[in-house]
Nanobody, 114 residues
Framework: VQLVESGGRLVQVGGSLRLSCVAS????????MAWFRQAPGKEREFVAG????????WYEDSVKGRFTISRDNAKFTVYLQMNNLKPDDTAVYYC????????WGQGTQVTVSS
């Protein structure tokens, strides 16, 4: 399964973005999926996860109430709606299976400017 992330760009503090992650194969629909991010000089960290059917979601504490993960299995796509963005959200965002066993994509850059 290959993953392609998109939707990142430069945005001001308090702004919103929606990231997309498209999988190359239907097999991804069987997996719990997640978004991760890596800021400059830091390790990649978990951001948000979603069960295979979209019924359960879970979030890293700093994004709770601001970010929403969702998926459309008909489109092999996972989304991350990000609201009230902060400078600390600046990072390259990646999607993967929740246990991160798939090959990493190129990611998409999110830059939050103050």
């Amino acid at each position: 399964v290959q993953l392609v992330e998109s939707g990142g760009r430069l945005v001001q503090v308090g702004g919103s973005l929606r990231l997309s992650c498209v999988a190359s194969e239907r097999a991804a629909n069987d997996y719990a999926m997640a978004w991760f991010r890596q800021a400059p000089g830091k390790e990649r960290e978990f951001v948000a996860g979603i069960s295979w059917n979209g019924e359960s979601t879970w979030y890293e504490d700093s994004v709770k109430g601001r970010f929403t993960i969702s998926r459309d299995n008909a489109k092999f796509t996972v989304y991350l709606q990000m609201n009230n963005l902060k400078p600390d959200d600046t990072a390259v965002y990646y999607c993967n299976a929740d246990s991160a066993f798939l090959a990493w994509g190129q990611g998409t850059q999110v830059t939050v400017s103050s």
